[in-house]
């Protein structure tokens, strides 16, 4: 039994939720391999490589493997995945857009968005919007899973795996990169930050979000959204929190001005602790906060920026 | 060119489902049926790509027990032309879903496959990618736009840092994201009209395709409740619970 965990990063850079699917690897327990699949991305692989608990690291480098086009690297996955017992990404979207390719390609289930390991076959996910979880077993010669990472807490940087060159550059030429539009930002990730300020529809406008960015700066948070604020065109999609948007579990999450429909709380309901500032006494949010305060966002905010 | 659009039926988005005193499952006995919130804004994605001339037919296909129909009835409703039921009892899974899907496409040979991103009840977000696997196509997921021109089609697709903008060949799979378009609601004469377009029955056996589970669900558990939280009256007093109480600050 070994595992197979492809590595998220943008060629310069490994993200971290990498961390926490070497994580999810290591609660299956067996040799845990990285591969870093992409285009001038030897540092990527350097500091893939100090993961605790890895055993080699998988540098494929080509042109091919770029943008992370699912086409390509599903093929590349083909020939360098073949021995291993579980193939691991996290459930992001590039984790979500490549593994259910692989399995496909394998004739094998995909199990998404795993929150614990039971044992090496058993994993708890969960469904109808977090409103269940259930445990499913699977039977395949092969796991290929998505892992939800907030669920795993990160690995540490004290390893020392090797890293092994592959030459493969598969290019299917069905799918080509045509640009990118990314949102760069100083402050910390949504998926990972220890405090995250989101703002609903009762924003108002997007300008009005700059008072939560404002909090957000002097907190070191980040910043997040509901559906209502991201459809408004007030933040990029990019920001949305949610059952179909991205899922934090921060130590802090402060929703201002949202409501608490089932697919928000779907991406914030494991908080350690939820704060709700909302002008309505009935809004539904007040039922999974530990500390609600009915009162103005606008008055609000500004007073809590002064008071942290 | 042909647009293939596969439909769920699943529980309603507002429907907040609770689990089975044995937990075997969810109850949905009496629970309101939907569409797939992400294949409502499928279909309506392929009806405007014939509104543009850039379709000529619309075919929705469901996979599922009988009252999937109603599902297949509702696309029609809303304008697409014809529609494909493939029964089964069976709670297929994405895999057995993509492989239906893939027999369809070869008897179908339509120039566009589009999926909703993800069914809001399994919270999968699997079929459409295997599909393109099982087809050999490329597949642009999570689509905020869709641009087809001629031989190709350009995918702006919502990913995590923002957005990407990718290229396909044709025929190709395209899985939607909320931000694609804002489906219209069905008339009341186009409700009418689509009792009469035709609908199809055919079965997975019919298809040569075995839809049978091959992950077994052992347990279906409610999430652990948070507890209940307090009511602060101001600022100053929430502060003072977010240093003391929680040390989160
Ligand atoms: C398939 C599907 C997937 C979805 N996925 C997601 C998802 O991933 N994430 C998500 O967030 N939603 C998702 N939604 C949408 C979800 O159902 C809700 O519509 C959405 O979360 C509502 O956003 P909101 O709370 O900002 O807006 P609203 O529900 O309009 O709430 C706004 C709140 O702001 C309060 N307010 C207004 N003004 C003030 C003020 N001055 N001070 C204080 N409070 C104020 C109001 O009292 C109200 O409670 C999805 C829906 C569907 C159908
Ligand atoms: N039983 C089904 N019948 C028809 N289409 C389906 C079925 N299951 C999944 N799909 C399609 O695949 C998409 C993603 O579903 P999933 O991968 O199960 O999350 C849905 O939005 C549908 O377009």
Redesign the pocket.
Known sequence: MSILVIAEHNNVELKDATRNVVAAAQAIGAEVDVLVAGFSCSDVAEAAAKLTGVRNIILAESKAYEHQLAENISALLLEVAKDYSHILAASSTMGKNLL?RVAAALDVAQISDIISVESPDTFKRPIYAGNAIATVQSAEPVNVITVRTTAFDAVSTTGAAQIIKVFNDIDCGLSAFVSDQLVESERPELGSANIVVSGGRGMGSGENFSILESLADKMGAAVGASRAAVDSGFVPNDMQVGQTGKIVAPDLYIAAGISGAIQHLAGMKDSKYIVAINNDPEAPIFQVADFGLVADLFEAIPELEAAV | MKVL?????VVDYNVKVRVNADNSGVDLSNAKMSM?P??EI?VEEAIRLKEKGIANEVVV????PKA?QDTLRTALALGADRGIL?ETEEQ?E?LG?AKV?QKVVQEEQPGLVI?????ID???????Q?LAALTGMGQGTFASEVLVDGESVAVTREIDGGLQTVSLKLPAIV?TDLRLNEPRYASLPNIMKAKKKPLETKTPESLGVDVKPRVKVLKVEAPEARKAGVQVNSVAELVGKLKAEAGVI
């Open positions: 259910p | 659009v596969s439909v769920k039926r797939n992400f294949c499928a296909v469901s996979v599922g999937a493939v297929v994405s879903v899907l999926l909703g991103k993800q069914a399994s919270d999968n977000n699997q079929t459409g295997m899985t």
